[in-house]
């Protein structure tokens, strides 16, 4: 079992920038991708950044290349999003996920582990 905790939401203008952290305990952090999903009121859950178990590599939406990293510390059993030049669309339930490598990062299944979820609210 992983525990994930996520932190750093809030509210901010458009073009602010936000930095959500996700802190795991339980099983090795290394073993697992780790990834970001965001869900926006009557909208699916959608993948936002993925990063490999080493974080030699990334994946990102269209919708947040070149705005939004994802990074992690195996040190620390924690993963980052920093979110820059936010907009209103970027409003969602962010959430952090575990899961094993080799699958295909962009799928909601290929996630066992999640947290809670934090709020991201960007006004215009």
């Known amino acids: 079992q992983v525990q994930l905790v996520e932190s750093g939401g809030g509210s901010v203008q458009a073009g602010g920038s936000l930095r959500l952290s996700c802190a795991a305990s339980?099983?090795?952090?290394?073993?697992?991708?780790m990834a970001w999903f965001r869900q926006a009121p009557g909208k699916e859950r959608e993948f936002v950044v993925a990063?490999?178990?080493?974080?030699?590599?990334?994946y990102s939406a269209d919708s947040v290349k070149g705005r939004f990293t994802i990074s992690r510390d195996n040190a620390k059993n924690t993963v980052y999003l920093q979110m820059n030049s936010l907009k209103p669309e970027d409003t969602a339930v962010y959430y952090c996920?575990?899961?094993?490598?080799?699958?295909?990062?962009?799928?909601?299944?290929?996630?066992?582990?999640w947290g809670q979820g934090t709020q991201v609210t960007v006004s215009s």
């Open positions: 996920a575990a899961g094993y490598p080799g699958s295909i990062y962009y799928f909601t299944n290929t996630y066992p582990y």
């Open positions: 339980g099983r090795t952090f290394s073993d697992y991708t």
């Open positions: 990063v490999t178990w080493s974080g030699s590599s990334t």
